[in-house]
């Protein structure tokens, strides 16, 4: 249930799953689909209808006390999954109870979205359904729970959403929900060209009439349905709502509300077991209060760790002893380190510079403008390749230490007697390339526009260690940084094991 920390904070599954092995002491039907591991714990098998079946069955009667009967060709309703559609209802409409009035669009067999809002809740319904056989179960389902008082079952004809149903009532419904057919073909319901192939194949079962699966133009063209039949009706439902099997179709589905004016919008997303949903729902009311849309907790409660790369108090003792070669007077354990860490990005042609930090550290804000650490073990082969293919002169003769009065040429100077070039292969030192940085020039580490990444280092003392932080503040790729951390690390070890 890896989802379930977070479920809408009411849903009573949200802290305490299912216990199967109570269900099935107490409900004989139920216990026919458990199954023991040999670890011996009890699990369910998702992929079997009839074994989900039994599961929402024994919730509905276990937890809320409703006796429902569902056709195994029709959808099964996952419990908790409805249940946080119904507890978002009550965060729309300002609370759970109180006498409301909603509409379920194609409120399928099992009828649950108006047993658990009448039982919960008190609420009426008006529950539409285009599938007689879906029409009949819903019908009987309601009779032998005795809500008939409170939920009205009414068939439609095919494509009718809420213009149709409504057209001869005049009442004002507080919402309406809806459990769209999420695919526009066979293909799509098969998950072919609308499933993610790195995802792994769905965990259990995907159960459904026609009707209830599919669609013309998917979830997307159907939920726009709504939206044209809502800028009719508008202020005849306070608020809109249909629950969603795709993220992806969020985005265009609000930006069509915004372009159609509509001024109240807002989102959410449903987490249950290993299964994501989400909802959408609108109002033409100025008055009513919006629910603020999901931030991005998850992400957000995982706080972002530094890379830690920790120099042993043997390795600091060799920088310190190899920091005056690089003009490091004060040779501190963590002043030389930084010292190495400055000589290594000036090397990388890395930005950088010092930044204020605690009395017990030292800081650097960097800012990789090119990728200049990675193969850089292949670099230095090739460079040291290139530098032993340089043509070299040719040792000298007898014949030219006989006869002195011809000058040779000399080797080190490029330039003639007569001031000009005279051509001889002379290792000369290359210009920066264009597209590399010169350290050291007028760019600024925090201002510059065009760049990799920007990272925050710091160096500390810990005991008899240094311990470097490298801390994430913006960029392109946070790998970047794992590699360029790997490349310091290997430079100062590497630089540590040579001898003073």
Partial sequence: MALNKSMHPRNRYKDKPPDFVYLASKYPEFQKHVQTTLTGRVTLNFKDPEAVRALTCTLLKEDFGLTIEIPLERLIPTVPLRLNYIHWVEDLIGGQGNPRRGIDIGTGASCIYPLLGATMNGWFFLATEVDDICFNYAKKNVEQNHLAEL????????????MDALKEESIVYDFCMCNPPFFANQL??????????????????????????????????????IIHD?????????WYSCMLGKKCSLAPLKDELRKQGVPKVTHTEFCQGRTMRWALAWSFYDDVPVPSPPCKKRKLDKARKPLILTVLKATVAELQAQAPSIGCTDISPTESVCAWLENILTDLKILHKRVPCGEAELSLFLTAVKNTWVHTRQKRREQGRHLRELPRAEPASATDTAAPSVPAPEETTAEGSNGKET??????????????????????????????????????????????EMHWVEGQNKDLMNQLCTCLKNSLFRQAAKTT
């Fill in 423 to 468: 051509g001889a292969d002379v290792p000369m030192e290359s210009p920066t390339e264009p597209n590399e940085v010169a350290v050291g020039g007028p760019q600024n580490p925090e201002t510059v526009q065009h760049f990799l990444f920007k990272c925050l280092v710091n160096v500390k003392e810990e005991e008899n260690d240094v311990v470097v």
């Fill in 230 to 238: 809502s800028l009719q009706l508008k202020k005849r439902l306070r």
């Fill in 151 to 162: 939920i009205k079952v009414v068939k439609v004809p095919q494509k009718t959403l809420l």
């Fill in 188 to 225: 799509e319901a098969k998950g072919v060209n609308s499933r993610n192939s790195r995802r792994p194949p769905p965990s259990s079962i995907n159960t459904g009439g026609v009707t209830e699966i599919m669609a013309e133009g998917g979830e997307l063209e159907f939920v726009k349905r």
